[in-house]
């Protein structure tokens, strides 16, 4: 999933500013699960932002709420009457989300209250660790369902860099050798073969360095009938 974590208050209520009317936009999916932008969370800083604007002299009207999934238009039509009421909208979504929302209403004011920061699982309560950089070339089949891009400092493709110690990372002495844990993996599977196959390096045009990514399903596009 989609981890993130709520601004500072202070950063969100710079990106405010004198906006008296505001609506504290959550989202049901990710950031719900890693409790930084759910309807909770939406309702918590919306009374937080009223009392705060209230006790400065300056109040403000805020309301809050919450939708299935910011980042796909048909959820965020319902809330068409109170975008349209609101002179800024924070939006307690991923990145995707405020750019949806901006996108979807392009008159409105959209910030985010949110800082996106990767994709991962929950590792224990209240710990989230990152496991998927989204690479666009997954090899994970290679190395016993580890990722060497998430999970390598370095991102290396062919075995450890020689500087970890008793299993732990040279950058990082809490943080697991990634490919100690592939070894780990591979040995216990029987299939250590696979380290002595030379992979190649990375081809990063899958990657963000080839500029937005996109993927197109042909055979689930409306005709262009229907699209009209």
Not at 136 to 155: D, E, F, H, V, Y
Request: aromatic share 4%; hydrophobic share 40%.
């Amino acid at each position: 999933m989609i981890v993130a974590e709520q601004k500072p208050i202070a950063e969100i209520q710079t990106l405010i500013g004198d906006a008296k009317r505001v609506l504290v936009v959550g989202c049901g999916t990710c950031v719900t699960v890693c409790f930084a932008g759910g309807e909770k969370e939406a309702g918590i800083l919306g009374s937080l932002l009223r009392m705060s604007s209230q006790m400065d002299g300056n109040a403000k009207d805020v309301s809050e709420v919450t939708v299935q999934r910011q980042c796909e238009w048909e959820y965020l039509d319902v809330i068409k009457d109170k975008v349209a009421d609101a002179n800024v909208v924070l939006s307690l979504g991923c990145g995707i989300g405020v750019q949806a929302l901006a996108e979807r209403y392009p008159n409105a004011l959209v910030v985010p209250g949110l800082n996106t920061t990767f994709m991962g699982m929950l590792q224990e309560q209240g710990v989230w660790v990152e496991r998927c950089a989204a690479c666009g070339n997954c090899m994970l089949g290679l190395t016993g369902g580890i990722c060497p891009i998430a999970r390598c400092s370095k991102q290396l493709l062919n075995g450890p860099c020689g500087g970890s110690s008793k299993g732990k990372c040279e950058i990082n002495s809490e943080t697991d050798c990634a490919w100690q844990l592939i070894y780990d993996k591979l040995k216990a599977q029987n299939r250590l073969h696979l380290l002595m196959e030379i992979n190649p390096p990375k081809d990063w045009r899958t990657s963000r360095d080839g500029g937005p990514r996109k993927i197109v399903r042909e055979d689930l596009r409306l005709p262009a009938a229907e699209k009209a």
